[in-house]
């Protein structure tokens, strides 16, 4: 197999798993309210999917769930939101129910 078939079929099998973790994100966000732990599962099986396939997820996917304990970042119930100035500007999210931390830096527009 030449070099870009099988960049080629690299490219589709990623494109077909951020689809489907796509979906079961969705899944989670819209069965938190009524059963978290379905929706906790549903985060496990799409990071699951992701490390099977040896895909990264992108940025937009992996900030809307904790990396720790795998809670769908559902409104203000699950997750709080500080924007601080040491240092350097960042974004802190942290998780309400198992308290991880996640910081994400902000570059600065000239």
């Known amino acids: 197999m030449s070099r870009g078939r ?3 079929r690299r490219r ?3 494109d077909l798993v ?3 973790v796509e979906r079961a994100l969705d899944f989670a966000f819209s069965i938190y309210s009524t059963h978290p732990e379905y929706a906790v599962k549903a985060v496990k099986q ?3 999917l992701a ?3 040896r895909v990264r997820l992108p940025t937009r996917l992996r900030r809307r769930f ?3 304990c795998g809670v769908p970042f559902v409104g203000s119930s699950t997750f709080s939101v500080r924007v601080r100035q040491n240092r350097s500007t960042h974004v802190v999210l942290r998780c ?3 308290g991880f931390t996640r910081r994400f830096y902000i570059r600065q527009a000239i």
Do not use: E, G, P, V
């Open 6 to 8: 099988r960049q080629a």
């Open 12 to 14: 589709k099998l990623r």
């Open 18 to 20: 951020i689809q489907r």
């Open 46 to 48: 799409a990071q699951r």
């Open 51 to 53: 490390q099977k396939a």
């Open 66 to 68: 904790c990396r720790k």
């Open 96 to 98: 309400k129910s198992c």
